[in-house]
């Protein structure tokens, strides 16, 4: 057990709606809530076998995977445990692949989702998703920092956690490359197509993160 003065507190309610009209703003990305009008752009990479590979997405039709985007779009508001919000992740200067182009839409070449995993102990969920086109340049990295950073600032978790399929060694990088901290690997927690499979769990405390200044 670790002694501590401070009781866990999660800063909640918290409306992500703001981030609307606010984005978070990176190097070469804006993250914003994902909105219904993204689906075509979300489509480009959620129907891809090895996009799904890691993921428990099924696999969906195009008109499925609209609707699972309306689904997400409306997440906005963290109350309690399951809650959370899906950030999408706009490429700036890469123009959005849906017909309203026109209007000079960034593209939006993945998200990042936070959720809250149990709000009377202070902790957080954090996952990715990345348009292969647009891997191996440091993307992924660049959003998931933001919004850790941004989820450290403003809803004070006490921990942050991913959780991984085991195989997947790319998403593993990541969570190091963010300073994440391997904590376990549970052995044949899930039994998909035939074959059990491992799950790995990265972990991040607060401290640690304000230790990375
Ligand atoms: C997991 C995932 C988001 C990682 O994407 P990624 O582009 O590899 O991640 P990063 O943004 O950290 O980029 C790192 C790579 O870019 C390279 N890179 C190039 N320029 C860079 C820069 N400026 N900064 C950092 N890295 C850079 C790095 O060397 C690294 O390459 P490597 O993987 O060959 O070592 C992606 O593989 C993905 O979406 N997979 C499918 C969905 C999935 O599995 N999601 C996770 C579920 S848990």
Redesign the pocket.
């Known amino acids: 057990m670790t002694p501590s003065a401070d009781p866990p507190a999660l800063r909640l309610p918290f409306d992500a709606s703001g981030l609307a009209a606010d984005p978070l703003t990176t190097e070469r990305l804006r993250l914003r809530p994902l909105e219904t009008s993204d689906a075509p752009d979300v489509w480009e990479?959620q129907r891809l076998p090895?996009?799904?590979?890691?993921?428990p997405w099924p696999e969906r039709s195009e008109e499925e995977a609209y609707e699972h985007t309306r689904t997400r779009a409306g997440m906005r508001r963290l109350v309690a445990a399951g809650d959370g919000v899906i950030l999408a992740m706009e490429l700036v200067g890469e123009p959005s692949v849906a017909a309203d182009q026109a209007a000079g839409r960034n593209r939006v070449v993945?998200d990042v989702m936070l959720r809250v995993s149990n709000a009377e102990h202070a902790q957080l969920e954090i996952?990715?998703?990345?348009?292969?086109a647009?891997?191996?340049?440091?993307?992924?990295?660049?959003?998931?920092g933001a919004a850790l950073a941004f989820a450290f600032e403003r809803l004070r978790p006490h921990r942050v956690q991913?959780?991984?399929?085991a195989r997947?060694t790319?998403?593993a990088?990541?969570c190091e490359?963010l300073g994440m901290r391997r904590e376990a690997t549970i052995l044949e927690e899930e039994f998909h197509d035939g074959a059990w499979e491992d799950t790995a769990i990265y972990g991040i405390l607060a401290r640690e993160w304000a230790e990375r200044g």
């Open positions: 990479y090895e996009v799904l590979r890691y993921i993945g996952g990715w998703v990345l348009h292969p647009f891997q191996g340049r440091g993307l992924a990295a660049e959003a998931a991913a959780i991984l399929d997947n790319a998403s990088r990541l490359r």
